[in-house]
């Protein structure tokens, strides 16, 4: 007899090529439902699909969902999109993708890792730790991973790590067993409307982290602490820099391939312990941060050190985390997603601890209207560590409304308030002619931005030639 979970249901995604939706379908699949999905555009995501026999329809149009039973939507769609629209004609259930990630996750045992930045390395670093032990866990996350070479994977075990997307506040409903807080800033504010709204949703989170499980708080961010005032429940561990974090890390020192640290636990009840040399192939403090929550949530769960310590360390990396693209006249080009003020700063401050006697030219794309009218002023000051920036124009991710101020403007702002010279171009035609005059001596580039910017870094070598 061949009985089957939901074995009449055709669960259609629209915007299945976004990089949750695509995860989420590819773990659905492998459970055994039917999916299928659409999409306004082809990229790399319904490539990984197509290879997974999902079908995946380019344009949004109402008989896409002529055989569908249940709808899942990414956060991106409109109102006015006509899959939708006909799909509340029919009356069938819609889903947005939080709800359904948190349907599909309740019978297992969940790490989730929340946060405003970090999110996806984080879920890879204890990925990679699990990867070296005899769990096999289902991994979904908001970026590629390199070690799989997806952003999703359907395990063997009853263990879940997944990255949980705070932008339309649906990660409150996905079931914690372990959670990990890097991180709460000023960001996503066309759903929040106020930090206090943001704050309370991460309260709710924390607190339905079930009694035999554990949060893990970044102690390091001040809104992080603020929130622990106000968390009564105190099942919670805390990790970062600061002396008083149950997990703190000392003796840090960073190179170009790689970051070494020592690691102090002091845990109620427990003698003080100190894991010494751990290595991770990553720049950055933020990045340290990362990989301390991954090693602090792996020991709680019983990892050993030593699987601990090889699983940092022989991690293979995200994609869109500052990866080496290619190299122009001895000038080493990489390519990264922070689209956000305090990502901005992160990745230059790193930068400029291994390349201080660099040049450091940063490409920077503005990623929605909405960000950049809400965060103006904070972009401004982000640029202080880079040398010299060339602004793009705004990526706006469908967004109609005016910006409300001038962007040449916005650019002298930049210059003014992060000592940088800049250089404002309209496309990467322009981007490539000015960095073929440009490139010579000790320069790095770094592209950034949540927009086609990725792209254009990945085009250059062509347009260079």
């Avoid at 769609?77 to 990630?101: H, S």
């Avoid at 807080?181 to 759903?191: G, L, Q, V």
């Avoid at 805390?238 to 790689?258: E, H």
Wanted: hydrophobic residues 40%.
């Amino acid at each position: 007899m061949n009985i089957k979970i939901a074995k009449s249901e055709v669960i259609h995604f629209i915007g299945i090529g976004g990089i949750g939706m695509s995860g989420l379908s590819l773990i659905m699949k492998g459970k055994g439902f039917k999916v299928q999905g659409s999409d306004i555009e082809h990229n790399n995501n319904v490539d990984r699909l197509k290879k997974e026999k999902i079908k995946v329809l380019i344009g949004h149009k109402k008989q896409n969902i002529n055989n569908a039973t249940i709808l899942v939507i990414s956060s991106a769609i409109k109102k006015n999109n006509p899959e939708l629209i006909e799909a509340k004609k029919r009356q069938l259930p819609i889903y947005g993708r939080g709800e359904m990630l948190a349907n599909i996750v309740s019978l297992t045992k969940n790490i989730v890792v929340a946060g405003a930045h970090g999110k996806t390395t984080t879920t890879s670093l204890i990925a990679s730790i699990f990867q070296n032990t005899k769990i096999d866990p289902t991994i979904i996350n908001g970026g590629v991973i390199n070690s799989i070479n997806n952003s999703a994977k359907l395990g063997k075990s009853n263990w879940t790590i997944l990255e949980a997307d705070e932008s339309d506040g649906s990660f409150v409903y996905i079931p914690p067993t372990y959670s990990i807080i890097t991180n709460i800033d000023r960001e996503h504010m066309d759903y929040y409307k106020s930090m206090k709204d943001i704050k309370n949703h991460f309260i709710k989170f924390i607190n339905k982290v079930p009694s035999f499980g554990k949060s893990f708080i970044c102690l390091d961010d001040t809104i992080n602490k603020e929130l622990l005032k106000e968390i009564k429940n105190k099942n919670f561990y805390t990790y970062g820099f600061n002396i008083k974090s149950n997990f703190c890390i000392q003796n840090t020192k960073q190179f170009k391939k790689f970051s070494e640290f020592d690691l102090k636990i002091s845990l109620p009840n427990k003698n003080n312990k100190t894991i010494k040399k751990i290595k991770i192939p990553l720049l950055g403090l933020h990045n340290i941060r990362n990989s301390v929550a991954a090693a602090a949530v792996a020991l709680t769960v019983g990892v050993s050190i030593s699987e601990i310590k090889k699983g940092l360390k022989t991690f293979q990396g995200v994609q869109r985390r500052f990866n080496k693209v290619f190299t122009f006249k001895n000038v080493d080009f990489f390519d990264d997603y922070a689209h956000h003020p305090t990502e901005i700063k992160e990745v230059l401050n790193s930068i400029k601890t291994v390349y201080d006697n660099y040049e450091k030219i940063c490409i920077f794309q503005p990623h929605r209207i909405s960000r950049l009218k809400d965060l103006k002023k904070e972009f401004t000051f982000a640029f202080k560590e880079a040398d010299k920036v060339i602004l793009c124009p705004i990526y706006d991710a469908g967004e109609k409304f005016k910006l409300g101020f001038s962007y040449l403007s916005f650019a002298k702002e930049i210059i003014k308030n992060s000592k940088v010279k800049l250089f404002l171009i309209n496309d990467q035609f322009q981007l490539a002619k000015f960095l073929k005059y440009s490139i010579y001596g000790k320069k790095i580039v770094v592209g950034m931005g949540a927009g086609s910017i990725s792209a254009w870094i990945r085009e250059l070598p062509n347009l260079l030639k």
